[in-house]
């Protein structure tokens, strides 16, 4: 799982570097993914929150 998430953040990065953000991946465990924003996109106050997805 942990590849597929970072194959996608892969495909996000060119979206979040052109608006001065960038994401890493930190750890992909039991379904939770953890993400640490850089740059702009740290500084935004709605992407600060918890995303839960359940499959």
Do not use: T, W
């Not at 495909?11 to 001065?20: A, H, S, T, V, W």
């Not at 994401?23 to 379904?31: A, F, P, Q, S």
């Amino acid at each position: 799982m942990y590849d597929q998430v970072a194959e996608v953040l892969e495909k996000l990065r060119p979206f979040l570097l052109r608006d001065g953000g960038d994401v890493e991946l930190l750890d992909v465990e039991d379904g939770i993914v953890r993400v640490r924003l850089i740059g702009a996109c740290g500084q935004l106050p709605e992407f600060n929150h918890h995303i839960e997805s359940r499959h």
